[in-house]
């Protein structure tokens, strides 16, 4: 499935139509205008820095310039051409209504997997790239043919799949296109070949991946490996559920495998902080959210009117604060967490929330993602929902997530030839060790493959993951208050 980054649609109040002034909106207006027209005045409303002077007025803007026979485009450029105007603005998007539903709920129609490059061989060239499987869904068609993480997308309906153009305009085709089936030559860690025709399916995401305990003498280590903050009560019963076995097992020592997570719910983030965090913080701030100085002044009223908010403090920081409550017995003074590029948004934030209050070591082969900002969707007219950047979040010792990222305290190639769990993987041998020993290893564990989520090929690997990038999230969930 593609990477989506749902939220709890219970507690969300989604703002729907759109605002009509007889002095802007002609009676004769296309969806299309009226799409544009909603699109700029929630942004102008909502947007974090929406006193930007490229987005002046209605007028000056002109948004209908914009319009266009598709809806979702219409928004999207007008959004992305808002987005030009802050350098510190990837994220700012708009998709359809249908593909927002996916990214609420976690349910939707999906291969199921996604494909990462690595190298197999010098030199570094499209020839010897390799598209490796990072993880795959459970319920997915995918799993039921067993496909795992670590197997090699060898071919494509007969066709090999490298590192050169044609290949990746292959892969986009495949995760983004009409397709509904196709026929897949895998290559397992192995060596031996699987081919599998595999079918598009509607299935619910689960955010555990992968659990279990390693036992090294007095050293119990949990290790979870969670792809998405899924803000459901199945998701968060999974959550408790691995946890509760983790203490049944007595574990002290915990890694937390975050390194194909792209964020979610910050609801979730709560819940899954409030699980790890010491009980001696209970009660103090974790984070708070921080909003544009129109929202925060109460001057709001596209989003009042919406939501049925009676009050004007509704955006305020002392409103938007978060404590920690803790939540069951785990009793840690430190945890790992092992990351990636990929590792974004509310798993940033669940590493800068715990920052202040344990000890924190990352693992991984570069930065983190480096998104302290957030949205809440905007939906309009039943077809589009407006993704603006609304929010960034400040954790209890008044630090944001750095735009650059959180750099590793150990470099390790992401061992994406490596299934789950497996204890010569280089960024879970480098965490074991490290609770085993007190060190880092001193050297990776071997391997005959030189993995990168950047090979020479990066300008197309971007093409490729251009739509699951731009669902890089962190989402807030309206009060009710």
């Known amino acids: 499935m593609k990477k989506?980054?749902?939220l709890l649609a219970s507690l969300l109040v989604i703002l729907t139509a759109c605002p009509k002034k007889k002095d802007q909106i002609a009676d004769n207006a296309t969806t299309a205008q009226l799409v544009a027209d909603s699109a700029y005045l929630y942004t102008k409303e909502v947007y974090f820095w929406n006193t930007l002077p490229g987005i002046g007025t209605y007028e000056s803007f002109n948004p209908r310039k914009f319009a266009?026979?598709?809806?979702?485009?219409?928004?999207?450029?007008?959004?992305?051409?808002?987005r030009a105007l802050q350098p510190a603005d990837q994220f700012s998007h708009a998709t359809s209504a249908e593909e927002s539903d996916q990214i609420i709920t976690g349910d939707g129609t999906d291969w199921g997997f996604w494909v990462k490059s690595g190298l197999v061989a010098l030199p570094s060239n499209a020839a010897n790239t390799r598209w490796f499987v990072p993880y795959v869904y459970a319920?997915?068609?995918?799993?039921?043919?067993?496909?795992?993480r670590g197997w090699i997308?060898?071919?494509l309906n007969g066709s090999e799949i490298r590192g050169d153009q044609a290949?990746?305009?292959?892969?986009?085709?495949?995760?983004?296109?009409?397709?509904?089936?196709?026929?897949?030559e895998f290559i397992k860690p192995d060596g031996t070949i699987q081919t599998s025709t595999l079918a598009k399916t509607r299935f619910t995401e689960n955010p555990v991946l992968y659990s279990t305990v390693f036992t090294n003498g007095s050293k119990k280590t949990g290790y979870i490996v969670f792809n998405t903050f899924l803000n459901t009560q199945a998701a968060l019963n999974e959550l408790v559920s691995t946890f509760n076995n983790f203490l049944g097992q007595g574990i002290n020592e915990l890694i937390i495998d975050l390194r194909e997570n792209l964020g979610g719910s910050t609801a979730m983030q709560d819940n899954f902080a409030n699980i790890i965090a010491p009980a001696?913080?209970?009660?103090?701030?974790?984070?708070w959210y921080e909003f544009n100085q129109q929202l925060k002044g109460g001057n709001f009223p596209l989003v009042k009117k919406k939501l049925g908010i009676t009050s004007n403090d509704y955006f305020s920081v002392s409103t938007n604060t978060e404590k920690f409550v803790k939540n069951g017995p785990l009793a840690l003074?430190?945890?790992f967490f092992i990351v990636t590029e990929n590792t974004a948004s509310s798993s940033e934030l669940l590493i800068n929330n715990l920052k202040p209050v344990m000890d924190v070591k990352l693992i991984g082969e570069s930065n983190t993602r480096g998104k302290p900002v957030g949205y809440f969707p905007i939906e309009l007219f039943d077809k589009v929902a407006l993704y603006p950047i609304s929010f960034k979040t400040v954790n209890s010792v008044n630090a944001e997530v750095p735009y650059e990222g959180f750099t590793p305290d150990k470099i390790a190639v992401d061992g994406i030839n490596k299934d789950w769990g497996d204890i010569t993987e280089p960024c879970l041998a480098n965490a074991l060790n490290y609770i085993n020993t007190g060190s880092f290893l001193a050297a990776t564990p071997a391997t005959s493959l030189k993995t990168t989520s950047r090979s020479v090929v990066s300008g197309m690997l971007?093409?490729?993951?251009?739509?699951?990038k731009r669902n890089v999230g962190i989402y807030y969930e309206p009060k009710n208050r």
Not at 462 to 468: G, M, T
Request: without cysteine; hydrophobic residues 40%; aromatic residues 4%.
């Open 4 to 6: 989506t980054l749902p």
């Open 68 to 82: 266009n026979a598709d809806l979702v485009k219409t928004a999207d450029d007008l959004i992305k051409s808002i």
């Open 139 to 148: 319920a997915s068609d995918a799993a039921a043919k067993g496909v795992k």
């Open 153 to 155: 997308l060898n071919k």
């Open 167 to 184: 290949s990746v305009d292959k892969l986009n085709a495949l995760f983004f296109g009409t397709a509904t089936s196709a026929n897949v």
């Open 280 to 287: 001696s913080k209970n009660g103090q701030t974790m984070y």
């Open 333 to 335: 003074s430190r945890v």
């Open 462 to 468: 971007d093409q490729l993951n251009e739509k699951r």
